[in-house]
Every structure is written in structure tokens, then in C-alpha cells.
């Protein structure tokens, strides 16, 4: 069993930066790969970034490469989400979760957080 906690989330104007984080406890994280997702109102759950669980391996969703850096810090038992360049379409709750693949699937997790507030003003 794996519990998540995001933190981190805003307001925050177009241009701006934010740097979210969830902390894990429970099982080792390390053993873990983890994800990004969001969600905006109205519409589905889509993937933001993964990391692999020794953080050798990233990805990303198209709309958000350049401007997003998904990192881990295993021993603080902690993943990050960099934000930066935000736009308004960036609006969302934005979950974090723990699995056993990095991908852009949410069948690959089987943890998740509650979710973050992000908002971007225009």
C-alpha cells in the first residue's frame, strides 16, 4: 500500500511557474514508477508526465514538453512536477500516482493521490 499527498498547487498568472510535489509513505517508493495526471472540468483524466523508478526514463504529453520536468527524490521518499510557461489550458486538478510501468496509461497506477488545485489566470 502506497499513500500519496500532492502539494503545491495555485493560482497563478499565464507565464507564471509552480512546482508541485506528492509525498509518498507507505511501501518503497523507489520500487515505484509514477505519473502526472490532470484533470479540468468537464472533460477526462489525461496524462501529463511519468518517470521511471530510478528516474532514468521520462515522458510527456505533447502540450506540455518544454515547459514541464517531472523529477523524483527517492530518499525524500518524493515526486516533483515543474511547471513553467503556464497557460490557462493548464487549469486542472492534477493527481499524482504510483505503479508498477511508466506510461501514459492510468491502468499502469495503482495508487493515487487526491489531487492539487492549478489555476492559470489569462
Known amino acids: 500500500q502506497v499513500s500519496l499527498v500532492e502539494s503545491g498547487g495555485g493560482l497563478v498568472q499565464a507565464g507564471g511557474s509552480l512546482r508541485l510535489s506528492c509525498a509518498a509513505s507507505?511501501?518503497?517508493?523507489?520500487?515505484?514508477?509514477m505519473g502526472w495526471f490532470r484533470q479540468a472540468p468537464g472533460k477526462e483524466r489525461e496524462f501529463v508526465a511519468a518517470?521511471?523508478?530510478?528516474?532514468?526514463?521520462?515522458y510527456y504529453t505533447d502540450s506540455v514538453k518544454g515547459r514541464f520536468t517531472i523529477s523524483r527524490h527517492n530518499a525524500k521518499n518524493t515526486l516533483y512536477l515543474q511547471m513553467n510557461s503556464l497557460k490557462p489550458e493548464d487549469t486542472a486538478v492534477y493527481y499524482c500516482?504510483?505503479?508498477?510501468?511508466?506510461?501514459?496509461?492510468?491502468?499502469?497506477?495503482?495508487?493515487w493521490g487526491q489531487g492539487t488545485q492549478v489555476t492559470v489566470s489569462s
Open positions: 518517470i521511471s523508478w530510478s528516474g532514468g526514463s521520462t
Open positions: 500516482a504510483a505503479g508498477g510501468r511508466a506510461g501514459s496509461w492510468p491502468d499502469n497506477y495503482d495508487y
Open positions: 507507505g511501501r518503497t517508493f523507489s520500487s515505484y514508477a
